[in-house]
C-alpha cells in the first residue's frame, strides 16, 4: 500500500479537533492508539451567554482533544518506510475501460495499483475527476480556528469544552483545553452577518465582533497570533452522487464534506476507514472490487446523510436561535 500526497511532510499542520467516541473505537479498530492513551480526555460542554452566564452543562463521554499532527503521528506509528509519498499531487487516474489503471501526479509520476481510495479532502479533484459532483457550495457559518499556549486559561479548563453563545444568532466562540499549557479555540459566524476576514484581517475582526463576550474568550484571542489562525471557508454539500466509480472509492471529506458543528469530519474519516481496510483485506480477486466498493458507500451513506442534515439544522439554529434549549453543540 502507498499514500500520495500533494504536500510535503514539513507542511502537514492544521489545527486541532475532538476525536469522538465513534472515532476513537475506528481508531482502535485500525490498530493506532491500542491502549487509549492519545489526547486529552473532554468530559463536559459547558454553555454560557455572551454576558458569562452559565446556560447549560452536558456531560460527554469518550471524546478527547488533540492537535491534528498528533492524530497523523499515531496514524504513522509503525507504518512502513516510505508509506507516504509526499509533492504528490494528484491531477488524473488513467482508465482502461471502467477500471482505473494508474492514478498520475503533477510531478509526472504516475503510480499503478489494483484500487484506489481517494480521500483528498473537502475540494476533492478525484471527486471531480470521477463525475460525482462538484463541491463548490460554500457554508454559511465560517470558522476561525487556531491553538495556543495559554496555561492559567488550560488549567482553569481542565477537562471542559467552553462555548459561548451570542444569544441573538450567528457568532460563537469554542475553547478547548489540550491537556498541556495548549488550547484550540475557534469562533464561529454567520458570514451573511460578518465579512468574513482575509487572513490579515483576522486581528481586526476578532477584536471588532468578540468584544462583548467574557474575559477569558477575548484574553485567549488577543494572546493569538493572527496570523497563525486559520480561516475556514466551510462547504454544504451533498455526500457525493455515488463514491465509488470501477475500482476507486471516496472516503473521508471526498466522499461526505460535513459543517463542522457536528465536529464528525475526522471521526467519520476514519470510520470510513475502518471499513473500507476491512473489505480490501478480504477481497481476493480484483473482479470483486466494484461489488465490495459498492457495499460500502451502502452501508455509510446513510449515517453520513444523517450528518449532513444534522449539521444543518445546527446551522440553522445558530443563526436564528429559537428557543431556550440549548443543544449539545456536536454530534457525540
Ligand atoms: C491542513 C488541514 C488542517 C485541518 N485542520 C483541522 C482542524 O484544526 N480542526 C478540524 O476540525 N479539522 C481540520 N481539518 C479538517 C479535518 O481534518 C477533516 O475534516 C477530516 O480530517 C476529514 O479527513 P479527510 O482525510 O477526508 O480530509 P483531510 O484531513 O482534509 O485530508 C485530505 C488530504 O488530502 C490532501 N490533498 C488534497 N488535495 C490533494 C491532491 N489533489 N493531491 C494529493 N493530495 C491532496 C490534503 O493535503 C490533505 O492532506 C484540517 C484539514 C486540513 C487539510
Known amino acids: 500500500m502507498r499514500v500520495y500526497e500533494r504536500a510535503m511532510a514539513s507542511q502537514l499542520n492544521g489545527h486541532g479537533f475532538l476525536l469522538l467516541a465513534n472515532g476513537r473505537a475506528a481508531l482502535r479498530r485500525l490498530g493506532c492508539d491500542p491502549d487509549g492513551t492519545l489526547g486529552h480526555p473532554i468530559t463536559s460542554v459547558r454553555i454560557l451567554c455572551r454576558s458569562g452566564r452559565v446556560l447549560v452543562e452536558h456531560p460527554l463521554e469518550g471524546a478527547v482533544a488533540m492537535l491534528r499532527h498528533q492524530l497523523l503521528n499515531v496514524l504513522l506509528r509503525g507504518a512502513p518506510d516510505h508509506l507516504v509519498h509526499y509533492n504528490h499531487?494528484?491531477?488524473?487516474?488513467?482508465?482502461?475501460?471502467?477500471?482505473?489503471?494508474?492514478?498520475?501526479?503533477?510531478?509526472?509520476?504516475?503510480?499503478?495499483?489494483?484500487?484506489?481510495?481517494?480521500?483528498?479532502?473537502?475540494?476533492?479533484s478525484c471527486r471531480l475527476s470521477l463525475g460525482c459532483g462538484a463541491m463548490t457550495n460554500p457554508g454559511r457559518v465560517k470558522e476561525i480556528v487556531a491553538h495556543v499556549r495559554q496555561p492559567l486559561v488550560a488549567a482553569e479548563l481542565g477537562h471542559r469544552f467552553l462555548k459561548v453563545l451570542d444569544p441573538s444568532g450567528g457568532l460563537a466562540a469554542g475553547l478547548v483545553p489540550l491537556g498541556d499549557d495548549r488550547l484550540v479555540w475557534f469562533v464561529q459566524f454567520d458570514s451573511e452577518r460578518f465579512i468574513a476576514p482575509q487572513p490579515s484581517e483576522v486581528g481586526a475582526f476578532l477584536e471588532?465582533?468578540?468584544?462583548?463576550?467574557?474575559?477569558?474568550?477575548?484574553?485567549?484571542?488577543?494572546?493569538?497570533?493572527?496570523?497563525?489562525?486559520?480561516?475556514?471557508?466551510?462547504?454544504?454539500?451533498?455526500?457525493?452522487?455515488?463514491?465509488?466509480?470501477?475500482?476507486?472509492?471516496?472516503?473521508?471529506?471526498?466522499?461526505?464534506?460535513?459543517?463542522?458543528?457536528?465536529?464528525?469530519?475526522?471521526?467519520?474519516?476514519?470510520?470510513?476507514?475502518?471499513?473500507?481496510?476491512?473489505?480490501?483485506?478480504?477481497?481476493?480477486?480484483?473482479?470483486?472490487?466494484?461489488?465490495?466498493?459498492?457495499?460500502?458507500?451502502?452501508?455509510?451513506?446513510?449515517?453520513?446523510?444523517?450528518?449532513?442534515?444534522?449539521?444543518?439544522?445546527?446551522?440553522?439554529?445558530?443563526?436564528?436561535?429559537?428557543?431556550?434549549?440549548?443543544?449539545?453543540?456536536?454530534?457525540?
Not at 503533477?106 to 483528498?120: S, T, V
Not at 458507500?297 to 429559537?322: T, Y
Request: proline share 6%; net charge negative.
Open 89 to 124: 499531487q494528484f491531477v488524473r487516474f488513467d482508465w482502461h475501460r471502467d477500471r482505473a489503471r494508474a492514478v498520475c501526479f503533477q510531478n509526472g509520476q504516475a503510480h499503478e495499483a489494483d484500487a484506489f481510495i481517494a480521500a483528498d479532502g473537502v475540494r476533492s
Open 208 to 332: 471588532e465582533h468578540f468584544r462583548g463576550f467574557p474575559a477569558v474568550v477575548r484574553h485567549v484571542l488577543g494572546a493569538t497570533d493572527p496570523a497563525r489562525a486559520h480561516v475556514w471557508h466551510t462547504v454544504d454539500e451533498e455526500p457525493a452522487t455515488r463514491w465509488s466509480k470501477g475500482n476507486v472509492a471516496l472516503a473521508g471529506d471526498a466522499a461526505h464534506p460535513l459543517l463542522p458543528f457536528t465536529s464528525q469530519g475526522v471521526n467519520a474519516a476514519l470510520e470510513d476507514a475502518v471499513l473500507l481496510s476491512g473489505l480490501l483485506l478480504d477481497c481476493r480477486d480484483a473482479a470483486d472490487l466494484p461489488d465490495l466498493l459498492t457495499a460500502y458507500e451502502r452501508q455509510r451513506r446513510p449515517s453520513l446523510q444523517g450528518c449532513v442534515e444534522a449539521g444543518r439544522q445546527m446551522a440553522r439554529a445558530f443563526v436564528q436561535p429559537s428557543s431556550s434549549r440549548f443543544q449539545m453543540p456536536l454530534m457525540a
